[in-house]
């Protein structure tokens, strides 16, 4: 399957793995960043709006953790089989 976004074609590139590595390095320093604005004392409606991006970085690092290897995926494998 093609990629359909800038950064699907970005994580299944020759540079998957460096792009990989940024894009976690940045979502973590995201969260962490957030995670400190949110342990101020904030207003109510800036805590959750805080909080929830937060939460948005972390599960973004999920998703790339998850994200297929390229070369790993069925599609891959079918195609290297004699």
Do not use: C, D, F, N
């Not at 972390?58 to 079918?78: D, F, M």
Request: glycine share 4%; net charge negative.
């Amino acid at each position: 399957m093609p990629a359909m976004t800038e950064m699907e074609q970005r994580l299944a590139s020759p540079q998957a793995e460096s792009e990989r590595q940024h894009l976690l390095e940045r979502l973590a320093g995201l969260e962490q960043h957030l995670r400190q604005q949110a342990a101020h004392h904030l207003p109510r409606e800036e805590y959750l709006r805080v909080a929830a991006l937060a939460e948005a970085a972390q599960a973004a690092q999920q998703v790339i953790h998850q994200w297929p290897k390229p070369g790993s995926g069925p599609a891959s494998r079918l195609s290297h089989q004699p």
